[in-house]
């Protein structure tokens, strides 16, 4: 016998740690930007598993891919060689024009790896002074979970109670190239930032500031270390949201959609100069680089090319963006975005984005606040002129109720 949404998140609600604060609609299946619950309601899925599933849900010829490699071979672990991996690193490198690859599973261990491949470039490439290495980190950022990410995390919640942290991170202003130029020292080795901010609350920098500060790395013998987790793979309109600005930064860690929401795999693409600072056994993941990952985001990298959904999302964001921010609500403070990802920020006497996200979810569209008062539109990029025709008047009424 089945069980009722209720019944499940009960059940959730006992044995699940409460880490997160989910919607209450029970995900049983889906299909491109389409879920449906355990109850039989059909919604369109506006925040894609936070970019994950760009691709879509259960994308044909990604779910063929894992399939297919999950009869073949799973796993190897590093200690042997699979035949999947080289072909991945080889296509993301043509790809991106990079000149390495090191593969990861989660976001935040790619972050992780960025990190400690810049720390060890400043020791063995800049020669910085041992254990004097400084990374600079931007306010309101957000790079993953773990412990030395938070460290340099300007969000108290996500730093309170697990202390003590990790040393090396000085925090400046996003947006704020003279900041990023006075917190630079001779022992600065790595800048990080996301081109558009995305748990931030979808924050894009203003036109020019990437470029700026890409050039003052250029100048400092500082690494630009650009998390295009979220904002990349075609969320913000580019293949990686930075080439707004026609830069190239030295390291650049993706994630999410990567694998188009299979399995979880993430990666560093860098130089040879920086990620060659690597000698076997100085970094390493069981899973990181097995044959089905791999499989999976060679897939998942071929539908976002073939299928060109990065201009999907470069003409449906403007399209999509134009109408949201032609809604008149006394609720609105700002309409942004790039590509389709889209913030529409609340005033604060709106009384959070939260009640506004219920509401959605009742007229069948799933979205998710970001920081109490910002609505985040993100939706899977195979998404139609039709789907945003259909969405639209819901928003629209939504943002206008009291
Ligand atoms: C989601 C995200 C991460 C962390 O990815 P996980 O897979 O959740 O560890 C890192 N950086 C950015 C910009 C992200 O959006």
Same mark, same amino acid.
Not at 234 to 261: H, M, N
Not at 273 to 292: Q, R
């Given at each position: 016998?089945?069980?009722?949404?209720?019944?499940?998140?009960?059940?959730?609600?006992?044995?699940?740690?409460?880490?997160?604060?989910?919607?209450?609609?029970?995900?049983?299946?889906?299909?491109?930007?389409?879920?449906?619950?355990?109850?039989?309601?059909?919604?369109?899925?506006?925040?894609?598993?936070?970019?994950?599933?760009?691709?879509?849900?259960?994308?044909?010829?990604?779910?063929?891919?894992?399939?297919?490699?999950?009869?073949?071979?799973?796993?190897?672990?590093?200690?042997?060689?699979?035949?999947?991996?080289?072909? $991945?690193?080889?296509?993301?490198?043509?790809?991106?024009?990079?000149?390495?690859?090191?593969?990861?599973?989660?976001?935040?261990?790619?972050? #992780?790896?960025?990190?400690?491949?810049?720390?060890?470039?400043?020791?063995?490439?800049?020669?910085?002074?041992?254990?004097?290495?400084?990374?600079?980190?931007?306010?309101?950022?957000?790079?993953?979970?773990?412990?030395?990410?938070?460290?340099?995390?300007?969000?108290?919640?996500?730093?309170?109670?697990?202390?003590?942290?990790?040393?090396?991170?000085?925090?400046?202003?996003?947006?704020?190239?003279?900041?990023?130029?006075?917190?630079?020292?001779?022992?600065?080795?790595?800048?990080?930032?996301?081109?558009?901010?995305?748990?931030?609350?979808?924050?894009?920098?203003?036109?020019?500031?990437?470029?700026?500060?890409?050039?003052?790395?250029?100048?400092?013998?500082? $690494?630009?270390?650009?998390?295009?987790?979220?904002?990349?793979?075609?969320?913000?309109?580019?293949?990686?949201?930075?080439?707004?600005?026609?830069?190239? /930064?030295?390291? !650049?860690?993706?994630?999410?959609?990567?694998?188009?929401?299979?399995?979880?795999?993430?990666?560093?693409?860098?130089?040879? #100069?920086?990620?060659? !600072?690597?000698?076997?056994?100085?970094?390493?993941?069981?899973?990181?680089?097995? /044959?089905?990952?791999?499989?999976?985001?060679?897939?998942?990298?071929?539908?976002?090319?073939?299928?060109?959904?990065?201009?999907?999302?470069?003409?449906?964001?403007?399209?999509?963006?134009? %109408?949201?921010?032609?809604?008149?609500?006394?609720?609105?403070?700002? !309409?942004?975005? %790039?590509?389709?990802?889209?913030?529409?920020?609340?005033? /604060?006497?709106?009384?959070?984005?939260?009640?506004?996200?219920?509401?959605?979810?009742?007229?069948?569209?799933?979205?998710?606040?970001?920081?109490?008062?910002?609505?985040?539109?993100?939706?899977?990029?195979?998404?139609?002129?039709?789907?945003?025709?259909?969405?639209? /008047?819901?928003?629209?009424?939504? $943002?206008?109720?009291?």
């Amino acid at each position: 016998m089945s069980m009722n949404t209720q019944e499940i998140i009960n059940i959730e609600e006992q044995y699940g740690a409460h880490n997160y604060h989910p919607l209450d609609v029970v995900i049983e299946r889906a299909k491109g930007i389409w879920v449906w619950d355990v109850d039989g309601r059909k919604y369109m899925d506006c925040l894609a598993a936070y970019s994950a599933v760009n691709q879509g849900h259960c994308h044909p010829r990604i779910v063929n891919a894992l399939k297919e490699q999950a009869e073949k071979v799973t796993l190897t672990s590093r200690a042997f060689r699979n035949a999947q991996l080289p072909f $991945l690193c080889k296509e993301l490198c043509e790809l991106t024009g990079y000149e390495m690859v090191l593969p990861m599973n989660s976001g935040a261990e790619a972050v #992780e790896t960025a990190l400690k491949a810049v720390r060890k470039w400043g020791y063995k490439v800049k020669g910085v002074p041992e254990y004097k290495a400084e990374i600079i980190a931007c306010t309101n950022n957000f790079a993953g979970r773990t412990i030395s990410i938070i460290s340099f995390s300007t969000e108290a919640q996500y730093k309170d109670g697990f202390g003590p942290f990790t040393e090396g991170f000085k925090i400046v202003e996003f947006g704020n190239t003279k900041a990023l130029q006075d917190a630079i020292t001779s022992n600065t080795v790595g800048f990080l930032v996301e081109p558009i901010q995305g748990e931030g609350g979808v924050i894009i920098p203003p036109d020019g500031y990437l470029k700026e500060a890409y050039d003052i790395c250029r100048t400092n013998n500082v $690494l630009m270390i650009a998390d295009e987790i979220q904002s990349g793979l075609g969320r913000a309109g580019k293949l990686f949201a930075y080439e707004y600005e026609g830069i190239k /930064p030295d390291v !650049v860690t993706i994630g999410k959609a990567l694998s188009g929401g299979c399995y979880p795999v993430s990666a560093v693409l860098s130089s040879k #100069e920086v990620l060659g !600072v690597f000698k076997p056994g100085d970094h390493g993941s069981t899973f990181g680089g097995n /044959p089905l990952g791999a499989a999976v985001a060679r897939e998942a990298i071929k539908v976002l090319i073939e299928e060109n959904l990065i201009e999907n999302s470069y003409n449906l964001g403007k399209y999509f963006l134009e %109408k949201l921010k032609s809604i008149q609500s006394k609720h609105i403070k700002e !309409v942004r975005g %790039k590509g389709l990802f889209i913030g529409v920020e609340l005033k /604060p006497e709106a009384k959070g984005a939260r009640r506004f996200c219920e509401a959605l979810k009742d007229k069948g569209i799933l979205c998710k606040e970001t920081h109490e008062n910002v609505i985040r539109f993100a939706p899977p990029l195979v998404i139609t002129k039709d789907d945003i025709d259909w969405a639209f /008047p819901k928003i629209e009424e939504v $943002l206008k109720m009291d």
